[in-house]
Protein backbone atom coordinates (compact mmCIF):
# COMPACT_ATOMS: atom_id res chain seq x y z
CA UNK A 1 0.00 0.00 0.00
CA UNK A 2 1.68 3.08 -0.93
CA UNK A 3 1.70 5.85 1.59
CA UNK A 4 1.61 9.95 0.90
CA UNK A 5 2.07 12.89 2.57
CA UNK A 6 -0.93 14.21 4.28
CA UNK A 7 -1.12 18.15 2.95
CA UNK A 8 1.65 20.30 3.73
CA UNK A 9 2.84 18.22 6.87
CA UNK A 10 4.48 15.30 7.79
CA UNK A 11 2.48 12.93 8.47
CA UNK A 12 2.26 10.20 5.73
CA UNK A 13 -0.98 8.33 5.35
CA UNK A 14 -2.14 5.01 3.24
CA UNK A 15 -3.73 6.02 0.23
CA UNK A 16 -7.05 5.07 0.88
CA UNK A 17 -8.64 5.40 4.40
CA UNK A 18 -11.25 3.25 5.68
CA UNK A 19 -14.87 4.86 6.56
CA UNK A 20 -16.10 3.49 9.76
CA UNK A 21 -19.90 4.50 9.62
CA UNK A 22 -21.85 1.25 8.87
CA UNK A 23 -20.01 -0.49 11.95
CA UNK A 24 -22.18 -1.41 15.31
CA UNK A 25 -25.60 -0.82 13.27
CA UNK A 26 -25.52 -1.78 9.41
CA UNK A 27 -22.57 -4.01 10.26
CA UNK A 28 -22.53 -6.18 13.43
CA UNK A 29 -19.58 -6.57 16.10
CA UNK A 30 -18.18 -9.36 13.95
CA UNK A 31 -18.54 -8.05 11.10
CA UNK A 32 -16.89 -4.86 11.71
CA UNK A 33 -14.05 -6.14 12.97
CA UNK A 34 -13.87 -8.93 9.70
CA UNK A 35 -13.85 -5.47 8.05
CA UNK A 36 -11.26 -3.98 9.81
CA UNK A 37 -9.03 -6.78 9.55
CA UNK A 38 -9.35 -6.94 5.72
CA UNK A 39 -8.13 -3.46 5.67
CA UNK A 40 -5.40 -3.87 7.48
CA UNK A 41 -4.04 -6.83 5.64
CA UNK A 42 -4.62 -4.76 2.35
CA UNK A 43 -2.35 -2.63 4.05
CA UNK A 44 -4.64 0.08 5.09
CA UNK A 45 -3.51 2.11 7.72
CA UNK A 46 -5.38 5.25 8.04
CA UNK A 47 -8.92 4.91 9.52
CA UNK A 48 -11.39 7.90 9.60
CA UNK A 49 -14.62 7.94 12.06
CA UNK A 50 -16.88 10.09 14.54
CA UNK A 51 -18.52 10.47 17.59
CA UNK A 52 -22.21 10.28 16.02
CA UNK A 53 -21.42 6.98 14.35
CA UNK A 54 -22.87 4.35 13.51
CA UNK A 55 -24.53 6.44 10.80
CA UNK A 56 -28.42 6.15 11.22
CA UNK A 57 -28.50 4.47 14.12
CA UNK A 58 -30.59 5.81 17.05
CA UNK A 59 -28.63 8.08 19.97
CA UNK A 60 -28.61 5.17 22.55
CA UNK A 61 -25.64 4.01 20.02
CA UNK A 62 -24.05 7.21 19.04
CA UNK A 63 -20.23 6.33 19.95
CA UNK A 64 -21.01 2.54 19.33
CA UNK A 65 -18.00 2.73 16.17
CA UNK A 66 -15.24 3.85 18.05
CA UNK A 67 -16.15 1.86 21.20
CA UNK A 68 -15.65 -1.27 18.58
CA UNK A 69 -12.24 0.33 16.68
CA UNK A 70 -11.11 0.98 20.71
CA UNK A 71 -11.54 -2.62 21.26
CA UNK A 72 -10.41 -4.02 17.86
CA UNK A 73 -7.06 -1.52 17.80
CA UNK A 74 -5.42 -2.57 21.59
CA UNK A 75 -2.54 -4.10 21.49
CA UNK A 76 -1.49 -2.57 17.73
CA UNK A 77 -2.74 1.32 18.32
CA UNK A 78 -0.03 2.65 17.04
CA UNK A 79 0.24 0.70 13.51
CA UNK A 80 -2.59 3.34 12.61
CA UNK A 81 -3.49 6.94 11.74
CA UNK A 82 -7.00 7.11 13.47
CA UNK A 83 -9.53 10.26 12.68
CA UNK A 84 -13.10 11.39 14.40
CA UNK A 85 -15.04 13.95 14.22
CA UNK A 86 -17.25 16.11 16.63
CA UNK A 87 -19.39 18.79 15.74
CA UNK A 88 -23.46 16.73 15.53
CA UNK A 89 -25.34 16.12 18.81
CA UNK A 90 -24.37 13.59 21.27
CA UNK A 91 -26.18 14.38 24.11
CA UNK A 92 -29.70 15.83 25.61
CA UNK A 93 -28.09 19.16 26.83
CA UNK A 94 -28.15 22.35 24.94
CA UNK A 95 -24.40 22.39 24.80
CA UNK A 96 -23.71 18.79 23.92
CA UNK A 97 -23.39 19.96 19.91
CA UNK A 98 -21.74 22.62 17.77
CA UNK A 99 -18.03 23.60 17.71
CA UNK A 100 -18.10 25.69 20.53
CA UNK A 101 -14.89 24.91 22.84
CA UNK A 102 -17.46 23.53 25.35
CA UNK A 103 -18.71 20.80 22.64
CA UNK A 104 -15.27 20.24 21.66
CA UNK A 105 -13.60 19.60 24.88
CA UNK A 106 -16.45 16.95 26.16
CA UNK A 107 -16.32 15.40 22.62
CA UNK A 108 -12.54 15.06 22.78
CA UNK A 109 -12.48 13.36 26.01
CA UNK A 110 -15.69 10.96 25.03
CA UNK A 111 -13.81 10.04 22.17
CA UNK A 112 -10.42 8.89 23.74
CA UNK A 113 -12.18 7.38 26.46
CA UNK A 114 -14.19 4.94 23.95
CA UNK A 115 -11.12 4.74 21.27
CA UNK A 116 -9.22 3.75 24.13
CA UNK A 117 -6.12 5.60 23.54
CA UNK A 118 -4.30 8.84 24.47
CA UNK A 119 -4.34 10.90 21.77
CA UNK A 120 -6.41 11.37 18.09
CA UNK A 121 -4.14 11.58 14.84
CA UNK A 122 -6.42 13.91 13.05
CA UNK A 123 -9.40 15.90 15.33
CA UNK A 124 -12.12 17.38 12.81
CA UNK A 125 -15.23 19.53 13.04
CA UNK A 126 -18.11 17.26 11.35
CA UNK A 127 -19.51 20.61 9.85
CA UNK A 128 -19.79 24.20 10.18
CA UNK A 129 -20.95 25.82 12.67
CA UNK A 130 -22.70 29.07 11.85
CA UNK A 131 -23.21 30.06 15.77
CA UNK A 132 -19.57 30.05 17.03
CA UNK A 133 -16.72 32.63 16.14
CA UNK A 134 -14.45 30.54 14.34
CA UNK A 135 -11.76 32.12 16.55
CA UNK A 136 -13.63 30.02 19.14
CA UNK A 137 -13.23 26.69 17.50
CA UNK A 138 -9.68 27.07 15.97
CA UNK A 139 -8.39 28.42 19.39
CA UNK A 140 -10.02 25.48 21.09
CA UNK A 141 -8.04 23.17 18.37
CA UNK A 142 -5.40 24.71 19.05
CA UNK A 143 -5.48 24.14 22.78
CA UNK A 144 -6.08 20.04 22.02
CA UNK A 145 -2.99 19.67 20.00
CA UNK A 146 -0.66 22.05 22.63
CA UNK A 147 -1.70 19.37 25.51
CA UNK A 148 -0.74 16.48 23.15
CA UNK A 149 -4.34 14.89 22.97
CA UNK A 150 -4.72 15.71 19.32
CA UNK A 151 -1.80 15.77 16.90
CA UNK A 152 -3.49 17.37 13.71
CA UNK A 153 -7.28 19.15 12.77
CA UNK A 154 -9.31 19.39 10.11
CA UNK A 155 -12.69 19.79 8.77
CA UNK A 156 -15.57 18.42 6.90
CA UNK A 157 -18.24 19.29 5.12
CA UNK A 158 -16.98 23.02 4.63
CA UNK A 159 -17.48 25.29 1.69
CA UNK A 160 -14.48 27.29 0.60
CA UNK A 161 -15.07 30.82 1.42
CA UNK A 162 -15.39 28.84 4.94
CA UNK A 163 -12.28 27.13 4.82
CA UNK A 164 -10.95 29.97 3.21
CA UNK A 165 -12.12 32.29 6.22
CA UNK A 166 -10.41 29.53 8.34
CA UNK A 167 -6.91 29.27 7.34
CA UNK A 168 -6.57 33.18 7.16
CA UNK A 169 -8.01 33.58 10.68
CA UNK A 170 -5.64 30.29 11.92
CA UNK A 171 -2.59 32.86 10.34
CA UNK A 172 -3.95 36.10 12.40
CA UNK A 173 -4.10 34.24 15.44
CA UNK A 174 -1.26 32.03 15.22
CA UNK A 175 -2.61 28.40 15.88
CA UNK A 176 -2.84 25.23 14.65
CA UNK A 177 -4.89 25.42 11.04
CA UNK A 178 -7.06 23.24 9.51
CA UNK A 179 -4.94 20.49 7.50
CA UNK A 180 -7.17 18.41 5.78
CA UNK A 181 -11.01 18.81 4.37
CA UNK A 182 -13.67 16.00 3.84
CA UNK A 183 -15.92 16.88 1.51
CA UNK A 184 -18.04 14.84 -0.61
CA UNK A 185 -16.78 14.10 -3.71
CA UNK A 186 -17.51 11.31 -6.27
CA UNK A 187 -18.74 11.33 -10.42
CA UNK A 188 -22.37 11.78 -9.11
CA UNK A 189 -21.44 14.94 -7.18
CA UNK A 190 -18.29 17.30 -8.51
CA UNK A 191 -19.38 20.90 -7.51
CA UNK A 192 -16.08 21.13 -5.08
CA UNK A 193 -13.76 21.08 -8.16
CA UNK A 194 -14.98 24.55 -8.76
CA UNK A 195 -14.10 26.38 -5.75
CA UNK A 196 -12.83 24.17 -2.85
CA UNK A 197 -10.39 22.19 -4.93
CA UNK A 198 -8.18 25.07 -6.24
CA UNK A 199 -8.16 26.30 -2.52
CA UNK A 200 -6.77 23.11 -1.27
CA UNK A 201 -4.15 22.55 -3.87
CA UNK A 202 -3.03 26.55 -3.13
CA UNK A 203 -2.98 25.76 0.40
CA UNK A 204 -1.57 22.10 0.37
CA UNK A 205 -4.85 20.85 2.30
CA UNK A 206 -5.39 17.74 2.37
CA UNK A 207 -8.16 16.18 0.72
CA UNK A 208 -10.10 13.02 2.14
CA UNK A 209 -13.45 12.53 0.18
CA UNK A 210 -16.30 10.51 1.11
CA UNK A 211 -18.74 8.94 -0.57
CA UNK A 212 -16.62 8.17 -3.49
CA UNK A 213 -19.01 5.18 -4.72
CA UNK A 214 -22.42 7.48 -4.12
CA UNK A 215 -23.67 5.36 -1.14
CA UNK A 216 -23.19 2.34 -3.53
CA UNK A 217 -25.11 3.92 -6.60
CA UNK A 218 -21.91 3.54 -8.18
CA UNK A 219 -21.41 0.36 -7.62
CA UNK A 220 -24.70 -0.78 -9.88
CA UNK A 221 -26.56 -2.76 -7.45
CA UNK A 222 -28.83 -0.12 -6.96
CA UNK A 223 -32.23 -0.61 -9.38
CA UNK A 224 -35.15 2.66 -9.88
CA UNK A 225 -37.60 1.92 -7.22
CA UNK A 226 -37.89 1.46 -3.70
CA UNK A 227 -34.84 1.19 -1.98
CA UNK A 228 -33.79 -2.30 -0.83
CA UNK A 229 -34.01 -2.55 3.21
CA UNK A 230 -30.88 -2.45 5.30
CA UNK A 231 -28.97 -0.68 2.59
CA UNK A 232 -27.60 3.11 3.20
CA UNK A 233 -30.45 4.49 1.30
CA UNK A 234 -33.15 3.12 4.19
CA UNK A 235 -31.15 3.33 8.02
CA UNK A 236 -33.23 6.08 9.65
CA UNK A 237 -32.46 9.43 8.80
CA UNK A 238 -29.58 8.81 7.25
CA UNK A 239 -31.44 6.67 4.43
CA UNK A 240 -33.84 9.81 4.05
CA UNK A 241 -30.62 12.16 3.12
CA UNK A 242 -28.84 9.41 0.47
CA UNK A 243 -31.82 9.21 -0.79
CA UNK A 244 -32.34 12.72 -1.28
CA UNK A 245 -28.80 13.22 -2.95
CA UNK A 246 -28.70 10.24 -5.02
CA UNK A 247 -32.02 8.04 -5.72
CA UNK A 248 -32.90 10.61 -8.58
CA UNK A 249 -33.96 9.22 -12.68
CA UNK A 250 -30.80 11.32 -14.13
CA UNK A 251 -28.48 9.35 -11.50
CA UNK A 252 -29.32 6.30 -12.35
CA UNK A 253 -29.29 7.26 -16.23
CA UNK A 254 -25.85 8.08 -15.09
CA UNK A 255 -25.01 5.26 -13.76
CA UNK A 256 -26.36 3.00 -16.63
CA UNK A 257 -23.98 4.68 -19.23
CA UNK A 258 -21.11 4.49 -16.22
CA UNK A 259 -21.79 0.80 -16.27
CA UNK A 260 -21.40 0.51 -20.18
CA UNK A 261 -17.87 2.32 -19.73
CA UNK A 262 -16.94 0.30 -17.49
CA UNK A 263 -17.86 -3.35 -19.27
CA UNK A 264 -16.25 -1.84 -22.10
CA UNK A 265 -13.02 -1.56 -20.23
CA UNK A 266 -13.54 -4.39 -18.48
CA UNK A 267 -12.71 -2.72 -15.45
CA UNK A 268 -15.36 -3.45 -12.34
CA UNK A 269 -17.88 -0.41 -11.28
CA UNK A 270 -16.95 0.15 -8.00
CA UNK A 271 -12.71 -0.24 -9.28
CA UNK A 272 -13.42 2.46 -11.90
CA UNK A 273 -15.06 4.58 -9.84
CA UNK A 274 -12.71 4.88 -7.01
CA UNK A 275 -9.31 4.93 -9.83
CA UNK A 276 -11.41 8.09 -11.09
CA UNK A 277 -11.58 9.93 -7.58
CA UNK A 278 -7.56 8.80 -7.09
CA UNK A 279 -6.81 10.40 -10.61
CA UNK A 280 -7.79 14.05 -9.31
CA UNK A 281 -4.14 15.14 -8.12
CA UNK A 282 -5.92 17.37 -5.24
CA UNK A 283 -7.33 13.92 -3.53
CA UNK A 284 -5.27 12.43 -0.78
CA UNK A 285 -7.03 9.73 1.20
CA UNK A 286 -10.77 9.07 -0.72
CA UNK A 287 -12.62 7.54 2.27
CA UNK A 288 -14.28 3.64 1.41
CA UNK A 289 -17.08 2.24 3.05
CA UNK A 290 -18.41 -0.98 3.42
CA UNK A 291 -20.61 -3.20 5.35
CA UNK A 292 -18.45 -6.54 4.54
CA UNK A 293 -15.17 -7.44 4.53
CA UNK A 294 -15.25 -8.78 0.50
CA UNK A 295 -16.62 -5.47 -0.51
CA UNK A 296 -13.30 -4.03 0.01
CA UNK A 297 -11.18 -6.26 -2.88
CA UNK A 298 -12.69 -4.00 -5.27
CA UNK A 299 -12.02 -0.91 -4.33
CA UNK A 300 -8.39 -1.65 -2.97
CA UNK A 301 -7.78 -2.96 -6.43
CA UNK A 302 -8.31 0.78 -7.71
CA UNK A 303 -4.75 1.52 -7.28
CA UNK A 304 -3.38 -1.24 -9.39
CA UNK A 305 -3.29 0.94 -12.18
CA UNK A 306 -3.76 4.70 -13.26
CA UNK A 307 -6.93 5.36 -14.97
CA UNK A 308 -6.43 5.73 -18.93
CA UNK A 309 -6.41 9.27 -20.72
CA UNK A 310 -8.84 8.50 -22.62
CA UNK A 311 -11.28 6.91 -20.05
CA UNK A 312 -10.83 9.65 -17.76
CA UNK A 313 -11.91 12.10 -20.19
CA UNK A 314 -14.95 9.84 -20.93
CA UNK A 315 -16.27 9.97 -17.69
CA UNK A 316 -15.21 13.66 -17.20
CA UNK A 317 -17.53 14.43 -19.74
CA UNK A 318 -20.33 11.64 -18.94
CA UNK A 319 -20.49 13.79 -15.87
CA UNK A 320 -19.90 17.31 -16.51
CA UNK A 321 -23.21 18.40 -15.54
CA UNK A 322 -22.66 17.23 -11.82
CA UNK A 323 -19.91 19.63 -11.66
CA UNK A 324 -22.08 22.33 -12.12
CA UNK A 325 -24.83 20.99 -9.39
CA UNK A 326 -27.57 21.13 -12.31
CA UNK A 327 -28.88 17.33 -12.55
CA UNK A 328 -31.15 17.88 -14.90
CA UNK A 329 -31.35 15.52 -17.85
Given at each position: ????Q ?15 M ?14 M ?6 G ?6 A ?7 P??L????E ?7 Q???DQF???TK ?5 G????D ?17 R????H ?6 H ?7 I ?6 MD ?6 KV??V ?5 LA?QL ?39 ER???I ?12 K ?10 R ?8 R ?18 Q ?6 I??T ?7 L????V?S?I??A ?5 L ?27 F ?5
Open positions: MEHIFGRTGLRVSRLCLGTTFGYQSDDDTSFAIDAAAEAITFFDTDVYPNGAPEFGRTELMGSWMGRRVVACFFRTPMPWAGNSRQNIMRAVEASLRLRTDIDLYQVSWDPVTPDETLQADLVRSGRYGCSNTYARSVGRSEVLGVSRFESVQPRYNLLFRENERELFPLCAEIAVPYNPLAGGLLTGHRPGTPTEGTFTLGHAGAYQERYWQDAMFATVGEFQIAEDAGPMTLAIRWVANPVTPLGSRPDQAASVAALDAPLDDDLRRRLDDLTHEYRGDHAR
